[in-house]
């Protein structure tokens, strides 16, 4: 079994959102306690659902020609 150790940086997440005309922007503009989190670019994204997190791999292992699937 191998996984990645690195997080989905918000600026490779939005790369696949400004492909889907249906992701949900809600990701752009998460706080914790009134503060920012997940703001800049190499930040991880934050606040996806497990639906987005799917849809995501599968777009991912489209461009890559890669399998990408979220860990069960």
Same mark, same amino acid.
């Given at each position: &079994? ?8 918000? =600026?490779?997440?939005? %790369?696949?959102? *400004?492909?889907?005309?249906? &992701?949900?922007?809600?990701?752009? *503009? =998460?706080? /914790? ?11 991880? $994204? $934050?606040? $996806? ?8 791999? %599968? ?9 990408? /699937?979220?860990?069960?």
């Amino acid at each position: &079994v191998m996984f990645c150790i690195h997080e989905t940086r918000r =600026q490779d997440y939005a %790369a696949y959102a *400004n492909e889907g005309p249906n &992701v949900d922007g809600s990701w752009k *503009n =998460q706080q /914790r306690d009134g503060i920012p989190c997940g703001h800049e670019d190499n930040h991880p $994204v $934050v606040s $996806v659902s497990w639906e987005e997190a799917q849809a995501f791999c %599968a777009w991912l292992s489209k461009k890559d020609g890669k399998t990408y /699937r979220l860990p069960t």
